[in-house]
C-alpha cells in the first residue's frame, strides 16, 4: 500500500471516511485512526500495528456532543472532569453505547473517549465528523510515536495516509481515568496528575496496583514503550562515573551533564523537557543499536509520576 502523506486535514479526513486508516498529531503523541462506527476499518488497525485484539482502543472527537454517540450514562464525575480538562490529554472511561462495535473496545462494555486540545487534532477531527478510535500510531510494543518520522519508520506502506504536523507537545499519553462508578480511579498516569484530577473530584483513587489495573484495562497488561536497548534507571544517589567508559555502546537521558562516554547523551533542563523528548530519544537509540539506555529517575509528583511510569515500563524485562 502507498502511504499517502499530507499536511491537509481535510484530506486525511476524506481518506478516513472512505475506510482508510490515517495517522494524526495530537498534543500527547500520534494516534493511528479510524472510523469508529465502521467496523471493517477498526479491525484494520490491528493488524497494522500487530497489536494484540484484547487491547481496546480510546474514541478521539472534536466536539462535545459526540460523547452522546459514544457513552450510554455520563456520570457525575465524568461531567465534572470533562468540563474542567477537555479539550486536552484526558480519556474517561465510561459505559459504552451499543453503536460502538465490539472489536473497538476488545469486548469490554465501555469505552474511552477523549477531545485532544492540539489544532491539527481538532481540524482533522471536526472534519472527519465522525468520532474516530484511535490507539498511539506505532508497532505494537514500541515507544509511542511523536514525530511524523517515528510514524513513518513504524507504519509507511501498512496505512493509507499520515497527517504530517510538528513533534508532539507533550510527548507521553494521555492520563485515562475510569469514570463508570462512583468514584473515577486512575488508570494510567499521564501529564494530568493525579493532584489535579483530585482537585475537582476529590475521592479519585490511584488504582492499588497492576492487577486491579490490568483487570479494569487490559491493555496495560502488554509489553508498552520499549525500545530494543535495555533501559536502566538511575537513581539520585547514583554515581553515573560507574557507567563510563565500559566499552559497551551506552546512552544516557537525564539532568546531568555528561560530556563523554555515551555514545549518545541529552541533558534536559525539566521534567516537561524531559516528557517531551523520551520516546524519540528510545527511537534514536534503537537507529544506532545501543545496547543500554540510563535513565535518570524523577520525582513521583505531577508529569513525574506518569514519567517514571513509562520509564518502569521500558526498564521491564
Ligand atoms: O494520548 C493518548 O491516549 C494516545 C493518543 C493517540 O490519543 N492514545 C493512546 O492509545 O495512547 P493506546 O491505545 O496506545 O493506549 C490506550 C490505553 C491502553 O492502556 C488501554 O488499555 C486503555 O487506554 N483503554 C482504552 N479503552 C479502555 C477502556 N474501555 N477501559 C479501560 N482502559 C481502556
Ligand atoms: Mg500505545
Known sequence: MQTVITTSPAEAAAILTRGGLVA???ETVYG?????FNEDAVAKIFVAKMRPSD??????????DQINELAAEVTESAKLLIGEFFPGPLTIVLRRSKRVPDVATAGLDTIGIRMPAASTAKEFLIACGTPVVAPSANLSGRPSPTTFEAVLEDLDGRIACILKSDATDIGIESTVVDCTGDVPLLLRRGSISLEQLRSIVATTAAAADDDMIASRSPGTRHRHYSPRARVKILTA???IENYLYSGGRFAYIGFRLVDEGFVF??????MVEYAHELFEFFRECDRHGIEEIYCDAVPEHGLGAALMDRLRRAAED
Open 265 to 270: 547523551a541529552k541533558t534536559c533542563s525539566n
Open 24 to 26: 494524526f498529531p495530537t
Open 55 to 64: 487491547n481496546p482502543l480510546i474514541a478521539h472527537i472534536g466536539r462535545p
Open 32 to 36: 493511528l485512526g479510524a472510523d469508529a
Open 237 to 239: 544517589e547514583a554515581n
